[in-house]
């Protein structure tokens, strides 16, 4: 029974895990793909038209905009999706209290 319990446990910690990892990654390349892009794309552009640094400085404010906007909108997601596990967990604990009285 104790060793049901220990894995169970090691269950939920592999899930937790795996999650704060796929959101690592996922905001990780938001700040990493857009911010690097802009700063060759920006070096080119300049290059190209003799702007030096206007439009290496635009298009990376524009990257870093968009990082922004990129991982907000990835924490509302899990927020929302951790707030609908917490709701979910503590109507089955009270459900589960109701049948014990």
Request: proline share 2%; glycine share 10%.
């Amino acid at each position: 029974m104790m060793k049901d319990q220990k894995g169970q446990q090691n269950e939920q910690s592999n899930e937790w895990m795996r999650k704060g990892l796929i959101m690592f990654v996922q905001t990780t390349g938001w700040i990493a793909f857009p911010v690097v892009g802009a700063l060759f794309l920006g070096r080119w552009l300049d290059n190209k038209y003799g702007t030096e640094p206007w439009l290496f400085l635009g298009v990376t404010v524009l990257a870093f905009i968009i990082s922004s906007i990129g991982i907000g909108s990835i924490g509302l997601k899990y927020m929302k999706e951790i707030d609908a596990e917490y709701r979910a967990k503590k109507t089955n604990q009270d459900d589960a209290k109701e049948e014990k009285r």
